[in-house]
Nanobody, 123 residues
Framework: QVQLVESGGGLVQAGGSLRLSCAAS????????MGWFRQAPGKEREFVGF????????YYADSVKGRFSISGDNALNTVYLQMRSLKPEDTAVYFC????????????????WGQGTQVTVSS
């Protein structure tokens, strides 16, 4: 079984920064890529960005492009979401997810999910 654990969430003022971490543990697996999603109260889960393991390609939602960046170690056993210039509308529970096949913007492309970490941005 693969476990993903997010950390680094918290309360930050608008304009501030946070770095979230996602650590994978459990049986060895080769993820094709790791994604980040978020879910605000009363809203559907929203794609934030992903990184592919083989070529380190990253892709972001328009709402976070230029402010958020994803990085990770070689095997993507640990992945980071660096968030800058945070806005109140970034407030959500942030989830990391791992996919063993083609990864992209849809939650169904990821087999493993973390429990989420709360990010709250005050105005």
């Amino acid at each position: 079984q693969v476990q993903l654990v997010e950390s680094g969430g918290g309360l930050v003022q608008a304009g501030g920064s946070l770095r979230l971490s996602c650590a994978a543990s459990g049986r060895t697996f080769n993820s094709a890529g790791m994604g980040w999603f978020r879910q605000a109260p009363g809203k559907e889960r929203e794609f934030v960005g992903f990184i592919r393991r083989n070529d380190r390609y990253t892709y972001y939602a328009d709402s976070v492009k230029g402010r958020f960046s994803i990085s990770g170690d070689n095997a993507l056993n640990t992945v980071y979401l660096q968030m800058r210039s945070l806005k109140p509308e970034d407030t959500a529970v942030y989830f990391c997810a791992a996919g063993t096949g083609v990864v992209g913007t849809e939650p169904a492309m990821y087999e493993y999910w973390g429990q989420g970490t709360q990010v709250t941005v005050s105005s």
